[in-house]
């Protein structure tokens, strides 16, 4: 690997461990405003977003609005079952077998 490559993980590592470490050494001391600690409430959910909806409209590379996409359909039960029960299990178990049985019957 160059050089340059490994300054990059170098520095990523440097970076990611100042910031874990700074909450541990300075964690008693740092108050942050109600605002900010709500803002980061919905952090993880913009993450799993993020990471989520790109695949479930594009499997594979190529945008699939169709119902018959399994990854779609999956993503969108998910989201339903997770929204009327507030079962973060049941919404991950009722879409993976949705997606299993679209997959199975395709």
Known sequence: MSD?????????LVVTYVVRASFIVFGQKLRFPPAVVQALSHVPVAVLTAIVVPEAIAPGGHVNLSFSNPYLFG????????????NT???VLVSFVVFGAMRWLA
């Not at 340059?4 to 990523?12: P, Q, S």
């Not at 993503?75 to 339903?80: D, E, G, K, Q, S």
């Open 75 to 86: 993503t969108l039960v998910a989201a339903l079952v997770a929204w009327k029960s507030r």
């Open 89 to 91: 299990l049941a919404a």
């Open 4 to 12: 340059m490559l490994w300054a990059a993980i170098l520095g990523m």
